[in-house]
C-alpha cells in the first residue's frame, strides 16, 4: 500500500538506518528524495523534517516512530485532505468530520468525498421489509421458513411438510409416534396390523358387512329390534320373546308386535264353517255343490261310483236331470243342482271371446249381459241395467228395443248422421270383431246402406248431446252395402285390428235405399274378446 503523507516539522532530524549503515543527513531528504526500501527508526529526539513546499514518501518498508516523535500538534492538518472520486478515482487522506446529527439522518461517507444519507430504494434492512418473505413476525413464534409450494418466495410453515421429509433414509425410525390422524390417504398394509385387533367399541363399526362375520356370536343388543306397524308399517328386526304360557294360550305375534290370542279365531275344520253341511256322516261318496237357494254348499250324488256323470246339455234351465249331473257345450258348463233343475256356468269370463255362430244367435256380447253375466235367464239388459243404449232422437219406437231380440219397427228421425249405440258398464269393455244390426220389421224399404262402428271410452253423459261431443274412432265402415235387403233381415260385419271400448255405436254416414236418413234399426249385437 503507497501512502503518502506531508510532514512539516520544525526540528532537523537524523534517520539511523538499520543494520549498521551511516546517519543519513537531512540534506539527503532534502527536495523530493524518497527513502524506497528498508525499515528506519527516527532515533529519540529526532524530527524528521521537509522542506517547506516537499513532501516525504514512503512507499515501501516500515517506519517506526519514537515516543514523541511526532507530535499531532506539529503537524499541518490543512493539507493532504481526503479527496472523492470525480470520475478519475480520488486521493487518500484525512476524511472531513461528520456534522451533528449527520449519525441520527443515516448518513454515509460518499465516495465522491462527502457525508450524505444514501438515496431511497436502496434496499431493505430488515427480513420482513424484503418483497419476497413475509410481511410480519406477529403470531408466528416457533415457525420455520420455507420455500412456498409455488416456488415463489418464502414463507412460515408450523410444521415441516410430510413431502419434504426425507423417507429413504433411517430417520423413518423416529416417526414411530406418528398419529393415525395424520394417515389422511392411502392404503395401510395386513402387515401394520396386529394379528389380533385390540378390543374396541363395535359402535364404531358402522359399515360392517354382515358377511364378513364368520365366528363367534352377535350380541342381541346389536341388532335391531321389530317394530310393529301402528299404520305406516313396521320394521324388520328380532321379534320379541314369548313370556311362559304364551303357546298355550294360543297367542300368536301381531302384526302391531306383541303376542296375542287371535279374537273370534274363526273355524279351525270344513264343516265349521257357516255355510257348508254340519257332518260327514252318510254322506260318503258324495261331491259338494252350491245349494239351489245359493246360500251355501251341499254335498249332492255324483253318480258312477262316487265320481261325476256327464249328460248331455240340457235345453232349458227344467230340462231332465238327476242332482250332480254335468254337461258342457262350446260356451257353457251346466249343473243339475236338484231334479230337473240345472245351472249354466258360462265359459266367458274375463277376458273372453263371443264368437259369431248365426244371425240372431245367443252368443253375443249383449246376449251374455242379457243373462247377468250367465247366471240367470235372459232378460232385457237395458231394462236390467246391465247396459245402458242411447240414440239419436227417434221417430219411432225406443231404446230398450234395440236390444230385446225382436224384429219391431224402431227408427231414428230423418236427420243424417243418426246413430244408435250401447254402454256396456263401468269396467268393461269389448274389442269388436264382428257387429249386426237387423231392419225392421213390416217393410223391405229405407233399410242401412251407409254406416260405419265407433268406439270411445270417454263420454260426458249418456245422452244425444254427450254422444254426440265425444271423440270417436272409426272401426269399421260400409259404403253403399245392400246385405240388408227383406224385411227383419240380418247382416254381420267384420271388424278388424280394434281395441278394447266401453261405448260402441253405429252411425248412418249417408242416404237409406229409399234416399231418406231415416236410420231403421231393429236389433244390433257384437261379437270379440271381452273383459267383463
Given at each position: 500500500?503507497?501512502?503518502?503523507?506531508l510532514l512539516?516539522?520544525?526540528l532537523v532530524?537524523a534517520?539511523?538506518p538499520?543494520?549498521?549503515q551511516?546517519p543519513?543527513?537531512?540534506?539527503q531528504?532534502s527536495?523530493?528524495s524518497?527513502?524506497t526500501s528498508g525499515?528506519f527508526?527516527?532515533?529519540?529526539?529526532?524530527v524528521?523534517t521537509?522542506?517547506?513546499?516537499?513532501?516525504?514518501?514512503l512507499s515501501?518498508?516500515t517506519?517506526?516512530?519514537?515516543?514523541?516523535q511526532i507530535?499531532?500538534?506539529?503537524?499541518n492538518?490543512?493539507g493532504?485532505?481526503?479527496?472523492?472520486?470525480s470520475?478519475t478515482?480520488?486521493?487518500i487522506g484525512?476524511v472531513?468530520?461528520?456534522?451533528?446529527?449527520?449519525?441520527?439522518a443515516?448518513?454515509y461517507?460518499?465516495a465522491?468525498?462527502g457525508w450524505?444519507?444514501p438515496?431511497?430504494?436502496?434496499?431493505a434492512?430488515?427480513?420482513l421489509?424484503l418483497t419476497?418473505t413475509?410481511?410480519?413476525?406477529?403470531?408466528?413464534?416457533?415457525?420455520?421458513v420455507?420455500v412456498?409450494?409455488?416456488a415463489?418466495a418464502?414463507?412460515?410453515?408450523?410444521?415441516?411438510?410430510w413431502?419434504?421429509?426425507?423417507?429413504?433414509g433411517?430417520?423413518?425410525?423416529d416417526l414411530?409416534t406418528?398419529?393415525?390422524t395424520?394417515?389422511?390417504s392411502g392404503?395401510?398394509?395386513?402387515a401394520?396390523?396386529p394379528a389380533?385387533?385390540?378390543a374396541?367399541?363395535?359402535?364404531?363399526?358402522?359399515?360392517l358387512?354382515?358377511?364378513?362375520?364368520?365366528?363367534?356370536?352377535?350380541?342381541a343388543a346389536?341388532?335391531?329390534?321389530?317394530v310393529?306397524?301402528?299404520?305406516?308399517?313396521g320394521?324388520?328386526g328380532l321379534v320379541?320373546?314369548?313370556?311362559a304360557?304364551d303357546?298355550a294360550?294360543?297367542?300368536y305375534?301381531?302384526?302391531?308386535?306383541t303376542w296375542?290370542?287371535?279374537a273370534g279365531g274363526?273355524?279351525?275344520?270344513?264343516?265349521?264353517?257357516?255355510?257348508?253341511p254340519?257332518?260327514y256322516?252318510?254322506?260318503g261318496g258324495?261331491?259338494?255343490?252350491?245349494?239351489?237357494?245359493?246360500?251355501g254348499?251341499e254335498?249332492?250324488?255324483?253318480?258312477?261310483g262316487?265320481?261325476v256323470?256327464?249328460?248331455t246339455a240340457?235345453?232349458s234351465?227344467?230340462?231332465?236331470?238327476?242332482?250332480?249331473?254335468l254337461?258342457f257345450?262350446t260356451?257353457n258348463?251346466?249343473l243339475c243342482?236338484a231334479t230337473n233343475?240345472?245351472?249354466?256356468?258360462p265359459l266367458?269370463?274375463v277376458g273372453g271371446?263371443?264368437?259369431?255362430?248365426?244371425?240372431g244367435?245367443?252368443n253375443?256380447?249383449?246376449?251374455f249381459l242379457?243373462t247377468?253375466l250367465?247366471?240367470?235367464?235372459?232378460?232385457?239388459p237395458?231394462?236390467?241395467?246391465q247396459?245402458?243404449?242411447?240414440?239419436?232422437?227417434?221417430?219411432s219406437?225406443s231404446?230398450l228395443?234395440?236390444v230385446?231380440?225382436v224384429a219391431?219397427?224402431?227408427f231414428t228421425?230423418?236427420?243424417?248422421?243418426s246413430?244408435i249405440?250401447v254402454?256396456?258398464?263401468v269396467?268393461?269393455t269389448?274389442a269388436p270383431?264382428k257387429?249386426?244390426?237387423?231392419?225392421r220389421s213390416?217393410?223391405a224399404d229405407n233399410?242401412p246402406?251407409n254406416?260405419k262402428?265407433q268406439g270411445?271410452?270417454?263420454?260426458s253423459?249418456?245422452t244425444?248431446?254427450?254422444w254426440?261431443a265425444?271423440?270417436w274412432?272409426?272401426?269399421?265402415s260400409e259404403?253403399?252395402?245392400a246385405?240388408?235387403?227383406a224385411d227383419?233381415?240380418?247382416?254381420t260385419f267384420n271388424?278388424?285390428g280394434?281395441?278394447s271400448?266401453?261405448?260402441?255405436?253405429?252411425i248412418?254416414?249417408g242416404?237409406?235405399?229409399?234416399?231418406?236418413n231415416l236410420?231403421i234399426?231393429?236389433?244390433m249385437?257384437?261379437?270379440?274378446?271381452?273383459?267383463f
Amino acid at each position: 500500500m503507497h501512502i503518502r503523507r506531508l510532514l512539516i516539522l520544525s526540528l532537523v532530524c537524523a534517520l539511523t538506518p538499520l543494520s549498521g549503515q551511516a546517519p543519513i543527513k537531512s540534506a539527503q531528504l532534502s527536495g523530493t528524495s524518497q527513502i524506497t526500501s528498508g525499515t528506519f527508526t527516527l532515533q529519540t529526539g529526532v524530527v524528521l523534517t521537509a522542506a517547506a513546499g516537499s513532501t516525504v514518501n514512503l512507499s515501501a518498508g516500515t517506519l517506526t516512530l519514537g515516543t514523541g516523535q511526532i507530535g499531532w500538534t506539529a503537524v499541518n492538518k490543512t493539507g493532504g485532505a481526503f479527496t472523492g472520486d470525480s470520475g478519475t478515482g480520488g486521493v487518500i487522506g484525512l476524511v472531513p468530520a461528520p456534522a451533528a446529527g449527520d449519525a441520527a439522518a443515516g448518513k454515509y461517507l460518499s465516495a465522491g468525498g462527502g457525508w450524505a444519507a444514501p438515496a431511497s430504494g436502496g434496499g431493505a434492512t430488515t427480513f420482513l421489509g424484503l418483497t419476497d418473505t413475509p410481511d410480519a413476525y406477529t403470531g408466528l413464534g416457533g415457525r420455520i421458513v420455507a420455500v412456498n409450494t409455488g416456488a415463489t418466495a418464502l414463507e412460515f410453515l408450523a410444521t415441516l411438510p410430510w413431502a419434504s421429509v426425507s423417507k429413504t433414509g433411517s430417520s423413518l425410525a423416529d416417526l414411530v409416534t406418528r398419529t393415525a390422524t395424520d394417515l389422511t390417504s392411502g392404503t395401510l398394509p395386513d402387515a401394520r396390523f396386529p394379528a389380533t385387533l385390540p378390543a374396541a367399541s363395535g359402535t364404531n363399526l358402522t359399515s360392517l358387512n354382515g358377511t364378513q362375520v364368520t365366528s363367534g356370536t352377535v350380541a342381541a343388543a346389536r341388532l335391531p329390534v321389530m317394530v310393529g306397524d301402528s299404520g305406516a308399517g313396521g320394521t324388520a328386526g328380532l321379534v320379541p320373546a314369548p313370556a311362559a304360557g304364551d303357546a298355550a294360550a294360543g297367542k300368536y305375534l301381531r302384526a302391531g308386535g306383541t303376542w296375542v290370542a287371535p279374537a273370534g279365531g274363526g273355524a279351525s275344520t270344513f264343516l265349521g264353517l257357516t255355510d257348508t253341511p254340519d257332518a260327514y256322516t252318510g254322506q260318503g261318496g258324495k261331491v259338494l255343490a252350491v245349494k239351489a237357494d245359493v246360500t251355501g254348499i251341499e254335498f249332492i250324488t255324483g253318480g258312477g261310483g262316487g265320481g261325476v256323470t256327464y249328460v248331455t246339455a240340457p235345453t232349458s234351465g227344467t230340462a231332465s236331470g238327476t242332482a250332480g249331473a254335468l254337461a258342457f257345450d262350446t260356451n257353457n258348463l251346466y249343473l243339475c243342482i236338484a231334479t230337473n233343475t240345472w245351472r249354466r256356468i258360462p265359459l266367458l269370463l274375463v277376458g273372453g271371446a263371443f264368437n259369431f255362430v248365426s244371425d240372431g244367435d245367443a252368443n253375443g256380447a249383449l246376449y251374455f249381459l242379457g243373462t247377468s253375466l250367465g247366471t240367470t235367464s235372459w232378460t232385457n239388459p237395458h231394462t236390467s241395467g246391465q247396459v245402458t243404449v242411447v240414440t239419436s232422437a227417434l221417430s219411432s219406437g225406443s231404446a230398450l228395443m234395440f236390444v230385446d231380440r225382436v224384429a219391431n219397427n224402431s227408427f231414428t228421425t230423418n236427420v243424417a248422421n243418426s246413430f244408435i249405440g250401447v254402454d256396456l258398464g263401468v269396467g268393461r269393455t269389448l274389442a269388436p270383431t264382428k257387429y249386426s244390426i237387423r231392419n225392421r220389421s213390416g217393410g223391405a224399404d229405407n233399410m242401412p246402406r251407409n254406416f260405419k262402428l265407433q268406439g270411445t271410452n270417454t263420454v260426458s253423459a249418456n245422452t244425444e248431446a254427450g254422444w254426440n261431443a265425444a271423440s270417436w274412432a272409426d272401426l269399421a265402415s260400409e259404403t253403399a252395402n245392400a246385405t240388408i235387403n227383406a224385411d227383419s233381415a240380418w247382416g254381420t260385419f267384420n271388424v278388424t285390428g280394434a281395441a278394447s271400448y266401453r261405448y260402441l255405436r253405429v252411425i248412418q254416414t249417408g242416404a237409406n235405399s229409399s234416399g231418406s236418413n231415416l236410420f231403421i234399426v231393429s236389433e244390433m249385437e257384437f261379437y270379440g274378446t271381452a273383459s267383463f
